[in-house]
């Protein structure tokens, strides 16, 4: 059984090819086809960061205009998908609801599960990036026993989805260009990020020839978890059970504490061993919302002292442990008005321009065969069967 390679977390093993991320995780550095993600999310938006993904390229004006037209006359979804929803229980996390429904688009969508049709490969892809905001406007919807809203095509990408999760039908809904811009930069941030466990899960369940919705769902299972997209969720509640700077000590020593489960949510990374470059964008962006908003949460005070007095200690010093993109993304979605259950649905949404491209990249690789690991088995040797009676 020696002839493997054991390698528990895959911390030293290359999957795949690919073209679309590149990460320098010692550096911090952060690359979408090339691009740093800095200059994305400073001067693109979410669409042409998902051309970029999807294409290799940074679009034209036209090729722009195009695709974003294109992804706008995919935002409905079938009306028999509504009733889908309320099958579910109101109390129930938005996250378990986006397994369900997502899970359940190729029943809905039939048409384009066909994988060796690339016509349908595209119309697949479209749709799952265009519908994601619908789907999770209405997971946010069901939970507060407000109407669905249907999608509103003069919106953009962006905007469409802060109206269909905000808006109500007996009132206009105006969309703050502020929070507009930073939703679409807090998109960017999370549209892709190489080979991480939901994007692996998406490749795997790729690789043996599923439908593009049914691997997406596996994507949006594994995204869940407080290890991986779960963190911005719990990363806010930890900053609300701290609460204020003088507590902040005690949970640096539990973080600390080999005995005790807590860790430090939002810090540490398995590729970076900097400062995440996408925490940083993020944490500029907690100002521009504060002041567009002309709010402020005492909170973001707690996490820049808990920052700091971290990044002065030398156990996180020691393991290079910084903040990630989850540390300060729960303090805007939180500003602008999202439950702390829809955070790591909105991180789902992003993503699905990653995974989706992953998912292309994988389908069109001539090298691409069905993910299957191999074990060391560490179970008995083979030995005879025992009747009950004599046990
Ligand atoms: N607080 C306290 N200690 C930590 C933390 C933390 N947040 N993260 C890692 N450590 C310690 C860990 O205990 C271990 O110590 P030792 O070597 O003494 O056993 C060492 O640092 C290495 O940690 P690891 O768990 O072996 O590293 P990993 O690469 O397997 O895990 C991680 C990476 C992100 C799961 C982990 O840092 C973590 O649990 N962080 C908190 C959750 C989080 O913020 N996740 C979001 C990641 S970024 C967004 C995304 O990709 O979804």
């Not at 397994?99 to 049709?117: K, P, Q, R």
């Not at 939970?143 to 109206?163: A, C, E, I, W």
Request: proline share 6%.
């Amino acid at each position: 059984t020696g002839m493997f390679t054991y390698d528990p977390g895959f911390t030293s093993t290359a999957s795949c090819e690919s073209g679309l991320t590149y990460i320098d995780g010692e550096e911090g550095v952060l690359l979408h086809r090339g691009y740093p993600i800095g200059q994305l999310a400073e001067n693109s938006n979410f669409m042409e960061v998902s051309y970029l993904l999807l294409n290799g390229e940074l679009p034209s004006a036209a090729e722009l205009e195009n695709f974003t037209y294109t992804i706008s006359r995919h935002t409905m979804v079938h009306e028999q998908l509504s009733t889908f929803y309320r099958g579910f229980r109101r109390d129930a996390h938005p996250m378990a609801i986006m397994c369900g429904v997502v899970g359940a688009l190729s029943a809905f969508y039939h048409d384009s599960t066909d994988i060796a049709d690339p016509v349908q490969r595209k119309i697949a892809s479209h749709r799952l990036i265009a519908k994601m905001p619908t789907i999770a406007a209405m997971a946010y919807k069901y939970s507060v026993g407000q109407p669905f809203l249907y999608p509103d095509n003069k919106l953009s990408y962006t905007g469409n989805f802060l109206r269909m999760t905000f808006g109500v039908p007996a009132e206009e809904y105006e969309v703050i260009p502020a929070v507009e811009k930073a939703m679409d930069r807090i998109f960017i941030l999370h549209a892709d990020h190489e080979q991480n466990a939901s994007t692996s899960t998406v490749r795997l369940a790729g690789s043996s020839g599923a439908n593009p919705f049914a691997c997406i769902a596996a994507g949006i299972a594994c995204l869940w978890g407080p290890a991986h997209g779960g963190a911005n969720e719990a990363a806010l509640n930890m900053l609300k059970e701290i609460g204020t700077p003088d507590k902040i000590p005690h949970y640096i020593e539990r973080a600390k504490d080999k005995n005790d489960p807590f860790r430090l949510m939002g810090f540490g990374h398995r590729v970076y061993k900097n400062y995440d470059p996408r925490a940083t964008v993020m944490q500029s962006t907690v100002r521009e919302v504060f002041d567009a908003l002309k709010v402020n949460d005492p909170l973001f005070e707690t996490a820049l002292r808990l920052e700091e007095i971290a990044l002065n200690d030398p156990y996180f010093v020691e393991k290079k442990l910084f903040p990630n993109v989850d540390f300060y993304s729960g303090i805007i979605l939180n500003a602008i008005g999202f439950p702390t259950t829809m955070f790591t649905v909105l991180f789902a949404l992003a993503r699905t321009v990653g995974w989706v491209a992953q998912w292309n990249e994988m389908i069109s690789d001539p090298g691409q065969k069905i993910g299957r690991p191999r074990q060391l088995y560490t179970g008995p040797a083979a030995r005879d069967y025992v009747g009950i009676d004599k046990r």
